[in-house]
């Protein structure tokens, strides 16, 4: 039942842009969006990067027009890790990791 109405909530917000915008006012963080697209009944591996307000996905092609959705396909995001930018080849940057969605969208949790 929460679910149901978590992820009716969900629907009503963009996740990708209301994170985008809190990373635009935090420009030293990196946050990675890993899940999934549904297409054709089959997943497809699905892993987003968000930095300086922008995203950019290593995947699938997105939607650099900032009046649409970076992505029209059906997705949903089952991880998100936070990252202190630079990116590094180590792991001594990473900060946090969490699988709700809503999470981030605290920007407290950013810090």
């Known amino acids: 039942m ?28 990196v946050l990675k969006l890993k899940g999934f697209i549904l297409k054709e009944n089959q997943k497809e591996q699905l892993e987003i990067l ?22 029209t396909l059906t997705y949903k995001i089952t991880n998100f890790k936070l990252y202190k930018a630079p990116l590094t080849e180590t792991e001594e940057n990473f900060i946090r990791e969490n699988e709700n969605s809503v999470f981030f969208l605290n920007q407290k949790n950013w810090i």
């Open 2 to 29: 929460e679910e149901t109405l978590l992820s009716q909530k969900m629907a009503e917000i963009d996740l990708i842009k209301s994170l985008e915008q809190i990373s635009s006012e935090i420009p030293d963080r």
């Open 50 to 71: 968000i930095f300086r307000g922008y995203s950019s996905s290593t995947t699938h092609p997105i939607e650099i027009d900032s009046e649409k959705k970076v992505i």
